[in-house]
């Protein structure tokens, strides 16, 4: 018993001595682990939990959270423009098969250093180094055949469909990989060329002019038709204002008889009649023919008194052309009146056809 004792004592010494260490360090939730022996990886998969480390033996790490990852980058059309792309992969590490899990521990190298989770922790491969390794470069890839299948306007005219492709192809291209299972892609954005842009834009500016001027021409012929109407309003009322005028007219023109005409002659010469100072002349018919109602000997009649008072006013005319001599001085005292010297009652001239 003492033998053992000094022997266990002995071989203690020779680890201290040659830098080996004993450890039970931990497994964190969210990752697995493989511990490194000086003969290589033992062939077990530690879940979270705790894991013995014996003499040199090194535990190495792997995260399995989900994660979120974009791609950014810019990809060639069919017609040789070039879009922008942004991509947003959501991805978890496929811990199911063993063999594939044993391969990436047995392949890469840890990205994040050790010490983190113990004193035998050497290094944890992080999700990020696995993506970056395993699906970044097929995915970028997967969308620049994608988008190599498109002329520029396809790619404008088919967001919905390119998507479709692209989150496909992403899919199919993470497939050989097995270390992380694809989740979610999302085409976050596409920008497209500034000639595009500017195309766009242009086209735009087209429509808002094609529209703007479709709205001015409609403008315009709301108030061409507006004017018509207008015109046509005034023409009826000018039309029914000369019918009414037209009617106005004709009624007088029928009221107005031979008989009524009479009438306001009489009534007018008895109206001037009553005035001393009143020279009326009337229309006559110079042609003798009989007026409307006349008889024959009134006819006569009225020609033979025109005709005297023709001459009358032919008499005047001449009497004041040429001015009467002067008269010889008389005698006021001697003188008699005379017929030719005595005052002449002034009476009106009437002229009666």
């Known amino acids: 018993m003492r033998n053992k004792l000094i022997l266990c004592l002995i071989l203690l010494t020779v680890l201290i001595g040659s830098g080996c260490t004993i450890g039970n360090d931990p497994v964190p939730t969210g990752h697995i682990g493989r511990v490194y022996t000086p003969s290589g990886f033992n062939d077990e998969i530690h879940r979270p939990g705790r894991v013995s480390c014996w003499g040199r033996d090194v ?52 990205a994040a250093p050790g010490g983190e989770h113990g004193q035998c922790h050497e290094g944890t491969f992080t999700v990020q180094q696995l993506f970056d390794t395993y699906v970044k470069n097929p995915a970028t890839e997967a969308v620049k055949e994608v988008f190599s299948q498109y002329r520029s306007e396809g790619v404008i005219d088919n967001r919905e469909e390119v998507a479709e492709k692209l989150v496909a192809a992403v899919k199919l291209a993470s497939e050989d990989v097995g270390i992380l299972t694809i989740k979610r892609v999302t085409l976050s954005n596409i920008d497209y060329p500034s000639v595009i842009i500017n195309a766009q834009n242009m086209r735009k500016q087209r429509e808002v002019e094609i529209e703007t001027a479709k709205a001015e021409a409609e403008k315009r012929r709301q108030q061409a038709n507006a004017d018509l109407h207008l015109a046509k309003v005034r023409a009826q009322r000018k039309l029914i204002e000369a019918q009414s005028l037209a009617d106005q007219n004709r009624l007088i023109a029928d009221s107005i008889t031979p008989e009524f005409l009479a009438f306001e002659q009489i009534r007018a010469m008895k109206d001037a009649a009553r005035n001393p100072s009143t020279l009326l002349l009337m229309p006559y018919n110079d042609s003798g023919s009989p007026s409307s109602g006349d008889t024959v000997a009134g006819t006569a009649k009225k020609s033979a008194l025109t005709a005297e008072l023709i001459q009358r006013l032919n008499d005047a005319k001449a009497s004041q052309a040429t001015p009467p001599p002067a008269p010889e001085p008389v005698n006021s005292e001697t003188a008699e009146p005379t017929s030719e010297t005595s005052q002449q009652e002034t009476r009106p001239l009437l002229i009666v056809q």
Do not use: C, H, Q, W
Request: charged share 25%; proline share 2%; hydrophobic share 45%.
């Open 59 to 110: 535990l190495y790490l792997m995260e399995t959270t989900d994660e979120d990852f974009v791609i950014s980058g810019s990809v060639l059309t069919k017609d040789r423009l070039n879009f922008a792309f942004t991509l947003t992969i959501l991805t978890t590490v496929n811990t199911a098969k063993d063999d594939v899990v044993k391969a990436v521990f047995e392949d890469l190298k840890p």
